[in-house]
């Protein structure tokens, strides 16, 4: 069977109700306004969490990169420039763990290098998301795994020897584990869904999905298919500028998405056949013998 974690207070697993976690990401634009709005929106469809992504630019962005010009909202700047006006600080996340617990909703972030991690600690996170870009970075696992806490591997653009050389360094560590594909949208022929039931197979942790497709028929495929929890970007409008907002839900999405996976876990039984009493003079009118 596989097994559960307690992520803050909710228990996360085969026969537990999907975890939703909406991913804001860097959909903020860098402005904390329009991240409590998502936090609402986050809410307001009944998601348990929200996730940001945490960096240190000058360690993130690659040299060759640092000094490339970008059209931004705010002007012509280098790329690095540009990670750096969107990146949240201790005052923005200071207002994100003051604000979520108004809401009574979980935060945490996808740490990409360890002064991150140390930045994240500082706030008491519930769990630490692994970002499919960095399952290979040695040294960041390291770092994730002695703080203690839970933590969401994501494996898109990952290979199964990748991912067992990641589990080996997190061994101890309280995991949940997420099928992914790492395109931005994702075409549906490659989101390989079927990954999700060889990973409960293969592994005695909770197994999740995180998509980065357009559209709700999939990602409602992957609880279908066994996902303990399921992560979806958000966004206010999907044609804001950004990189990740084409890949995002907006609102309305989001709201049908939990809502039709409620719908789906009542729908899906224990796999006893049995007559139920409403069936009972529905049988007695149409049956003959």
């Not at 028929?217 to 992560?231: H, K, P």
């Not at 989001?254 to 009972?280: C, F, H, N, T, W």
């Amino acid at each position: 069977m596989t097994h559960t974690i307690t992520i803050g207070n909710r228990l996360i697993g085969a026969g537990q109700p999907v975890y939703f976690i909406a991913e804001i990401g860097i959909n903020h634009n860098g402005n904390i306004d329009l991240a409590k709005k998502l936090m609402d929106v986050a809410h307001a469809s009944g998601c348990e969490a929200v996730k940001f992504q945490k960096r240190t630019p000058d360690i993130c962005v690659p040299e060759e990169q640092k000094n490339l010009m970008r059209e931004t909202p705010w002007g012509t700047m280098t790329y690095l420039d540009y990670k750096k006006r969107i990146e949240f600080g201790q005052s923005e996340f200071e207002e994100i763990d003051k604000y979520a617990r108004s809401l009574e909703i979980h935060w945490f972030a996808s740490p990409w290098d360890i002064p991150s991690v140390d930045f994240l600690e500082k706030f008491n996170p519930p769990c630490h998301k692994v970002a499919s870009a960095c399952i290979t970075d040695m040294d960041l696992l390291h770092a994730l795994r002695k703080t203690g806490r839970p933590i969401i591997l994501s494996t898109g653009m990952s290979s199964m020897d990748e991912i067992s050389a990641a589990l080996k360094i997190l061994a101890g560590s309280p995991i949940a584990l997420a099928q992914s594909t790492s395109t931005y949208p994702c075409k549906p022929e490659e989101l390989n869904l079927r990954v999700i039931p060889s990973f409960i197979k293969l592994f005695e942790m909770p197994i999740g999905y995180s998509g980065h497709e357009t559209g709700l028929q999939t990602t409602l495929a992957a609880a279908v298919l066994g996902a303990s929890f399921i992560e979806r970007h958000i966004t206010l409008d999907r044609s804001m500028w950004g990189t990740d907002h084409a890949a995002s839900l907006e609102p309305a999405g989001l709201a049908k998405l939990v809502r039709d996976v409620r719908i789906i876990e009542s729908a899906m039984g224990d796999g006893e056949k049995r007559v139920y009493e409403s069936e009972i003079p529905i049988r007695s009118r149409l049956r003959r013998k």
